[in-house]
């Protein structure tokens, strides 16, 4: 069983629950259900319900099962929330009344020992939500051409000084590798020195973040896949937590409202009250969108 200190906040869970119109006997997938936070409130407000829970970090799952065993008619599924319709059809269902994308770190990504998220933890680079792929942020930082490190540094940690940082790195590595979170942190904070309150390694480590889960090409693909799996008036709800997220959340909505499929009900994407981001500070940032199967 995880720490409480591990177990996951779900942001704006009431205005999720209203976004997904949440009703008794109807099928509802929380494709990035890691603790099960959101997938709880779901199953209390629907009373009766079908809830499919989808992760594809093996303790998420783990978790998730412990927290939601008081409920019946829960199937949760280690996958890719991309492979969302393969999953749900393979559980015997054609069409679902709802469905939640969660998206990014979680508690349990940052938090548990050994998974190499975070700058501020002394351990070995990993960053793998599926800690059975290859790829890991260890390859990534000592074997991508400095040219490439620069790349995803600038496109998915929209880092200005990323071609410095990458810089750094590659002349770090060239003594020997680059091991740990913490030696990597130094490394950037060497780099371009510490400015605000924001620490200088907080773009980059998202950005390899990023790459190594291939977390935006996930997100188009799980939009498109969750779109075809929607009954009639099923809703799509998306959290995102920073503005490449949301930019593709946004032109995916557009894209299916263009094609006649959609119907988006988020004109603007709503975000947390003041008295949530008090309690809550890792829910400031969140962006929720929704639309609607026409």
């Known amino acids: 069983m995880l720490e409480p200190e591990i177990i996951h906040v779900p942001v704006m869970p009431e205005e999720v629950l209203e976004a997904l119109k949440i009703r008794e006997n109807g099928i509802y997938v929380d494709a990035t259900v890691g603790t099960g936070g959101h997938a709880a409130y779901i199953l209390r407000r629907a009373g009766r319900c079908t809830l499919i829970g989808i992760d594809r970090d093996e303790k998420a799952i783990e978790a998730a099962r412990e927290r939601l065993k008081e409920f019946g008619n829960v199937h949760l599924v280690r996958g890719n929330f991309?492979?969302?319709?393969d999953i749900v059809s393979n559980l015997g269902y054609a069409a679902v009344s709802g469905i939640l994308l969660d998206i990014g770190v979680s508690a349990l990504h940052l938090k548990s020992e050994g998974r190499g998220f975070s700058f501020l933890r002394d351990e070995p680079l990993d960053m793998r939500m599926d800690q059975g792929q290859g790829l890991t942020a260890r390859e990534v930082v000592n074997t991508y051409s400095e040219k490439e490190l620069a790349d995803i540094i600038y496109r998915y940690g929209e880092e200005r000084h990323?071609?410095?940082?990458?810089?750094?790195?590659?002349?770090?590595?060239r003594r020997r590798p680059v091991e740990s979170c913490k030696e990597l942190a130094d490394i950037i904070s060497r780099a371009v020195g510490r400015r605000g309150r924001i620490h200088p390694a907080t773009r980059t480590f998202q950005a390899i973040r990023i790459?190594?889960?291939r977390e935006l090409e996930e997100l188009t693909a799980a939009i498109e896949e969750g779109a075809s799996l929607l009954e009639?008036?099923?809703?799509?709800?998306?959290?995102?937590?920073?503005s490449l997220e949301d930019r593709i959340v946004k032109n995916a909505f557009k894209k299916l409202a263009k094609e006649g499929r959609f119907m988006i009900v988020t004109r603007k994407p709503v975000v947390p009250g003041q008295a949530e981001q008090r309690a809550n500070p890792s829910s400031r940032s969140a962006k929720m969108r929704v639309g609607e199967r026409i």
């Open 232 to 242: 009639k008036g099923g809703r799509l709800c998306v959290l995102s937590y920073h």
């Open 211 to 213: 790459e190594v889960n």
């Open 82 to 85: 991309s492979d969302m319709r």
């Open 162 to 173: 990323s071609r410095k940082i990458a810089r750094a790195i590659v002349n770090a590595r």
